[in-house]
């Protein structure tokens, strides 16, 4: 049998919502490659008997840490062993599985891919935050707020998108806020920031484009940063009886 990794996305923290396939490899993994993000709880859906490496990265490593998972799933792929390489959201939405994906193929081992619910949408829509809605938002666009030594974003490509989507964007968030209102967004404009979304530690932080840029609003990653006026929409659909919401200061 060819050598084979399973690229599995795990979604934004809640183990419901893992998909059933995935859930099924991992009942039946004997090695799981984990993210930084990928919580306790879907750990806790996998095989107990797996051997579980830990694969997050902190500044300046993760290029060092990605050379070592590279060669962690290849060593255990032609051990012949159920192979997953398990990462937060989608594994294709700023996760570099595609990176991963193309070194396994180069080194001849079959990959498949197991997509997974990505934080840019899911955490939203379940804080209240619709991407799209008829009237209020056309179009939406999800942006790496991170540049990992990478050409600076030109947020002037986004300044006609009506919703924004920002992941990694939290340490960022005031020189994102500045750039964007510097594009043609207005400073008046809804923001949210939803903290730790799908878990119950779920927070969300409501504020202007303005408040962010001034440096005005408190926010602890992980959490997922959304611009445009759909954010006006989550008093009119979100219980917040349920997820309490924290203005800006």
């Not at 934004?12 to 993210?35: E, F, N, Q, W």
């Not at 990505?118 to 790496?144: E, H, K």
């Given at each position: ?48 008997r ?16 990605q ?73 939406f ?66 504020a ?20 445009g ?21």
């Amino acid at each position: 049998m060819n050598p084979k990794v399973y690229l599995i996305g795990a979604g934004p923290g809640d183990p419901d919502l893992l998909t059933v396939k995935a859930r099924r490899i991992l009942r039946s993994a004997d090695v799981i490659l984990y993210d930084r993000l990928v919580s306790p709880e879907v750990l806790a859906a996998a095989n107990p008997r797996a051997e579980f490496l830990y694969a997050g990265k902190h500044a300046g490593e993760q290029e060092a840490v990605q050379q070592w998972i590279f060669e962690q799933l290849t060593e255990h792929a032609r051990r012949g062993r159920v192979v997953v390489r398990l990462k937060g959201g989608d594994p294709c939405v700023f996760g570099r599985g595609g990176e991963e994906w193309a070194t396994l193929r180069e080194r001849g081992i079959e990959v498949e891919m197991v997509p997974g619910v990505s934080s840019a949408i899911a955490v939203p829509g379940l804080a209240g935050i619709p991407l799209t809605y008829r009237g209020v938002s056309r179009s939406f666009a999800v942006i790496t707020g991170h540049c990992c030594g990478e050409t600076e974003t030109d947020w002037t490509r986004y300044a006609g998108i009506d919703t924004l989507i920002i992941l990694m964007g939290v340490s960022e968030r005031a020189r994102i806020a500045r750039a964007l209102i510097a594009a043609g967004r207005s400073a008046a404009e809804p923001a949210a920031f939803i903290e730790r979304g799908s878990t119950p530690d779920e927070r969300t932080v409501i504020a202007t484009l303005g408040e962010i840029a001034a440096g005005r609003v408190n926010v602890e990653p992980p959490a997922v940063f959304v611009t445009g006026e759909v954010v006006r929409l989550r008093q009119r659909l979100h219980d917040c009886s349920c997820a309490p919401v924290a203005l800006a200061c």
